[in-house]
């Protein structure tokens, strides 16, 4: 009896307390602020640089959204991303988002490339998928310099729909990568099915690259990766020990505080020219 009524007490705790109250309460003050934004004013996008693990030169750069709200100041994108598929604004801003990323890469040497992510809406929308390949057609990027970002999550929401958007974008030529490999509910021979070009390992198992445990699946993941000949991908690589790491058993890339935070593109190219000879 002692034990149910301290279990009752704390469900209570959890779907009442103050906290939860105040949660939700700033997500609804998040999606009305959302709802009335200017896309076209309070949203810019970040660029972090990918590099190559063997040489360090810079192979790609990723957009990430910000957005600064005039009533709420900067609000994540982990946080309004989500939002923004609920309030069904996801369309427009990610033609928003995607049209000021691609216009970033008029100040950037032509080889580096372009990642992108795409959200489970976008994926599985057919009008979307059609704007965005309207968008890189008429933006004049060569669509061999885009990789758009998927997880899995995304993409097994409806994987039917998912699996023809993405055989449809990559016939123009763009490239698909799949974001937070790792961390989702499916079998490798399932995600094995699935049109990518690229896997970005999640940031979550860096922290393994020091000890035994973690370095055997990182090891492995990258094998894994190698053996269906994708182009492997470290995200939140932030020491030396990791990128050695990945260096030694062979993964292509790495991205992360190491290497540089996101930043906007002014401060992209300068770090970019400080980088290579003139
Ligand atoms: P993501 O795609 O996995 O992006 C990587 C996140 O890790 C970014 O967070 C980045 O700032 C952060 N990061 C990079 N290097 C390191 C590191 O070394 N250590 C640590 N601790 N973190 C690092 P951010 O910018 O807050 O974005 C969060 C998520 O929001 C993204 O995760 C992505 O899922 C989503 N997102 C961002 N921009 C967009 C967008 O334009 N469209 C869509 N659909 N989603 C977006
Ligand atoms: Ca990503
Ligand atoms: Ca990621
Ligand atoms: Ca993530």
Redesign the pocket.
């Known amino acids: 009896a002692l034990y149910k009524a301290k279990s009752e007490r704390r469900g209570f705790a959890t779907l009442y307390s103050p906290d939860h109250e105040r949660r939700i309460r700033s997500e609804r003050a998040v999606e009305a602020a959302l709802q009335t934004a200017d896309l076209g004013a309070e949203m810019t ?2 660029l ?1 640089p990918i590099a190559a693990v063997g040489d360090g030169s810079l192979a790609a750069v ?4 910000r957005w600064t709200s005039p009533h709420l100041g900067p609000v ?3 946080v309004f ?1 989500p939002l923004a598929e609920r309030v069904g604004i996801m369309h427009r801003l ?1 033609l928003d ?1 995607l049209a000021k990323a691609l216009a970033c890469l008029d100040h950037l040497p032509a080889e580096i490339d372009l990642s ?4 489970a809406h ?1 994926i599985t929308c057919h009008e979307t998928v059609m704007a965005i390949m309207a968008l890189v057609r008429r933006s004049g990027v060569r669509p061999g310099r885009l990789i758009l ?1 998927l ?1 899995e999550t995304a993409v097994v929401r409806d994987f039917e729909t998912a699996e023809a958007s993405m055989r449809l974008l990559r016939s123009l030529g763009i490239r698909i990568a799949l ?2 490999f790792g961390t989702g509910q499916s079998s490798l021979s399932y995600l094995r099915r699935l049109p990518f070009d690229k896997v970005k390992i999640d ?1 979550s198992f860096m922290a393994g690259a020091g000890d035994g445990e973690g370095r055997e699946l990182l090891a492995a993941m990258v094998a894994f990766c190698r053996s269906m000949r994708k182009i492997c991908i470290a ?4 020491d030396e020990e990791q990128l050695n790491f990945l260096a030694a058993i062979g993964c292509d890339r790495f ?4 290497l540089a ?2 930043m906007p593109l002014d401060e992209l190219v300068a770090f970019e020219r400080a980088r290579r000879p003139f």
Do not use: C, K, M, W
Request: cysteine-free; glycine content about 10%.
């Open positions: 996008v970040h972090q990723e957009a990430l959204a994540g994108p982990d991303i990610t988002l992108f992510n795409l959200s976008d970002e997880t974001d937070d940031r995200e939140g690589v932030e991205q992360g505080y190491l935070r996101p």
